[in-house]
T-cell receptor, first 111, second 115 residues
């Protein structure tokens, strides 16, 4: 597609619920990144894929967070047993050599 | 790890005023440097970038110069417009390794420009 598409745009989850956030990168982009942006803060790195390989997951805040990109295209970020501190905007970005394109993000609110 | 210190906001200016938003960073190696902008209700957009020392990135009247000796990448614009009102993020990018392209963002500077 023309840009990075993320769905849903908004998600309200009850505490303890599992959620899945989807990212459709630009076709052909090898690299895919997930970031978490808390209110009033800059985005913070979560994880990085090169094709289907997850090369860096050092930013995932706990083992409740899991990301996958099984066919090297669409990626899913899953959060199990959501907590209030998980409330944030989750941003996906895809890139070729040094050029990033961000999606509009999924705003997750845990109540 | 990498870190970024960005000028705290909010910054409020009148139209046509001069803008400077300071940014200093610590990083391993020689990262690429980026400024991103987030307009109200929109996603992050690349504003400008510089990939090596003394490079100047420029776009839409904004400029920033990669200063290796002071590890800085200050954003400037000679005459701001109301449409420049947004949040600005400075971000060095990892230069290599398995996380090539990973960005470390500053906390953001809110800019409001009044007519």
């Amino acid at each position: 597609g023309a840009g990075v598409s993320q769905s849903p745009r908004y998600k309200v989850a009850k505490r303890g619920q599992d959620v899945a956030l989807r990212c459709d990168p630009i076709s052909g982009h090898v690299s895919l990144f997930w970031y978490q942006q808390a209110l009033g803060q800059g985005p913070e790195f979560l994880t990085y894929f090169q094709n289907e390989a997850q090369l860096d997951k050092s930013g995932l805040p706990s083992d409740r967070f899991f990301a996958e990109r099984p066919e090297g295209s669409v990626s899913t970020l899953k959060i199990q047993r959501t907590q209030q501190e998980d409330s944030a905007v989750y941003l996906c970005a895809s890139s070729q050599i040094g050029g990033y394109t961000f999606g509009s993000g999924t705003r997750l609110t845990v109540v | 790890g990498d870190s970024v210190t960005q000028m705290e906001g909010p910054v409020t200016l009148s139209e046509e005023a001069f803008l400077t938003i300071n940014c200093t960073y610590t990083a391993t190696g020689y990262p690429s440097l980026f400024w991103y902008v987030q307009y109200p209700g929109e996603g992050l957009q690349l504003l400008l970038k510089a990939t090596k020392a003394d490079d100047k990135g420029s776009n839409k009247g904004f400029e920033a110069t990669y200063r290796k000796e002071t590890t800085s990448f200050h954003l400037e614009k000679g005459s701001v417009q109301v449409s420049d009102s947004a949040v600005y993020f400075c971000a060095p990018g990892v230069a290599g390794g398995t996380s090539y392209g990973k960005l470390t963002f500053g906390q953001g500077t809110i800019l409001t420009v009044h007519p």
